[in-house]
């Protein structure tokens, strides 16, 4: 069993940045065995996808949307999942909710059924 709490969300003016944090932890959680990635969803639309690392595929695919302005990252360290979002846009407003798996295919990181862990969800909201 995987738990993942989100922390770092908040209200931010356009332009701004943010920086998201995912501390995973339960037996065996590891990055070189699991999967992770950042999902979105907005009020009244599906959840996105938004970026992945699978260190063990050694892909890190990012949201078209999102690219050149978030970055994910993991610090091994801490098992801890993070996600630089700059160059903030009111479009980007939404619940940010990390999630994790074993044995995911590199073709299978982009969609949320992939993934049977997931954090609660932090709040974004980027004013205009």
């Known amino acids: 069993q995987v738990q993942l709490v989100e922390s770092g969300g908040g209200l931010v003016q356009a332009g701004g940045s943010l920086k998201l944090s995912c501390a995973a932890s339960?037996?065996?959680?590891?990055?070189?065995?699991?999967?992770v990635a950042w999902f979105r969803q907005a009020p009244g639309k599906e959840r996105e996808f938004v970026a992945a690392i699978s260190r063990r595929t050694g892909s890190t695919p990012v949201a078209d949307a999102v690219k050149c302005r978030f970055t994910i990252s993991g610090d091994n360290a801490k098992n801890t999942l993070i996600l630089q979002m700059n160059n903030l846009k009111p479009e980007d407003s939404a619940v940010y909710s990390c999630?994790?798996?074993?044995?995911?295919?590199?073709?299978?990181?982009?969609?949320?059924?992939?993934?049977?862990?997931w954090g609660q969800g932090t709040q974004v909201t980027v004013s205009s």
């Open positions: 339960g037996s065996g959680f590891s990055f070189g065995r699991y999967a």
């Open positions: 999630t994790a798996d074993r044995g995911v295919l590199m073709s299978q990181l982009r969609s949320q059924s992939a993934y049977d862990y």
